[in-house]
């Protein structure tokens, strides 16, 4: 999950574009697949703590399965994040990428495989001690939260329903559809409406003052072009 989360990481920021907030949805659901996936590295972390200090015993192989365990869920959040923030310009696709969805598919199948040791003494099934009981308790969190996380992330409610650019271009039309409704209801005004604004503006500089015969012929003028648009 390290390697292929990385290299997603690295399109994004090559060839990806922040998204406008108005378009990512305000969804608690995003707040829970957050809020499983710390769940799941507690989880991990009260596990290391048990095998300390409540039995005494921590192998090597433990560590390394905290560690792994940590970096794939942290970069599991960290994707989660990314996805909701950006968007690559040529994706036409709606929902998580396929790395986050194979990486909680293969998580939860992991889980399943314990159904195979029912019944098994090896196993914790019988819940005759503390350690089974903690082990037992332990593996139905990672088992709830990944079934969750995985049911969550096919639905992606922290994404928008569409397509970015398909919503982008959308906003594109209805701004160019909208300005074509204001020129053309600009072009169907009529020429008489606020004539007499039109008038007082005009008038000072098309009055011609002390001049009886030049005061006619604008009277006369205006006669006309009444009686013109009139017909």
């Given amino acids: 999950s390290f390697v292929f989360g990385t290299l997603q990481c690295a399109c994004y920021n090559a060839y990806g574009t922040t998204m406008e907030p108005k378009y990512v949805p305000h969804s608690r659901l995003y707040l829970m697949q957050l809020l499983f996936s710390l769940l799941l590295i507690l989880q991990f972390g009260t596990y290391i703590l048990w095998q300390t200090f409540g039995l005494g ?108 650019m398909l919503l982008i271009n959308e906003d594109e039309r209805d701004i160019e559809y909208s300005e074509h409704l204001l020129n053309q209801n600009d072009r169907n005004q009529s020429t008489w409406k606020d004539f007499r604004k039109k008038i007082q503006l005009l008038l000072p500089y098309m009055w011609p003052e002390g001049n009886m015969l030049l005061q006619g012929l604008v009277l006369l003028c205006l006669l006309l072009l009444g009686a013109e648009r009139a017909i």
């Fill in 57 to 164: 015993v921590l192998h090597g192989y433990m560590i390394v399965y905290f560690c792994l365990s940590v970096i794939g869920w942290t970069c599991a959040i960290a994707l989660l994040h990314l996805e909701r923030t950006k968007v690559l310009l040529q994706d036409r696709t709606h929902g998580h990428s396929a790395i986050l969805l194979f990486f909680w598919a293969l998580a939860f199948a992991a889980e399943n495989l314990a159904f195979i040791s029912w019944g098994s003494p090896l196993w914790w099934w019988s819940m005759d001690n503390t350690d089974q009981k903690v082990q037992f308790g332990l593996w139905l969190v990672r088992y709830s939260c990944t079934f969750l996380l995985f049911t969550l992330g096919l639905k992606a409610p922290g994404l928008p329903q569409r397509p970015y």
